[in-house]
């Protein structure tokens, strides 16, 4: 049931206590993904080569799933599962420097506020 029918069937239920509406009068009915960013690739890939916090030129499923927590990813962990699935072309379970541009070309197709 959406957020705002359910309010209103508790409104017009029968209890014997009015449901006062108004606190929720001003909440977004959508929250985007992610707070409006101006990166371009480069920057986006700079993002992802800082949370490489081991240096062994590759991203693991953990480095991954930090990246996405800062790109703001509702789901994080559903997020780094498709991302190797698109990106992980040796499939070694990480994302290398050379695989890097896939990765790239992934998370901007997915509207990660990239300009």
Known sequence: MPLVTYFDHIANSS??????????????????KSINLSLNEEQLK???RKHDVNGDGCLSKDELMKVFRELGSRNPSWRVRRSLHHADG??????????????????????????
């Open 15 to 32: 209890s014997s206590k009015p449901f006062n509406l108004s606190p929720f009068s001003n909440m977004p009915l959508y929250v985007p």
């Open 90 to 115: 040796n499939g070694d379970g990480t994302i290398s420097l050379d695989e890097l541009d896939e990765l790239v070309k992934y998370v901007v197709k997915q509207g990660y506020g990239i300009n």
């Open 46 to 48: 700079a993002v992802f």
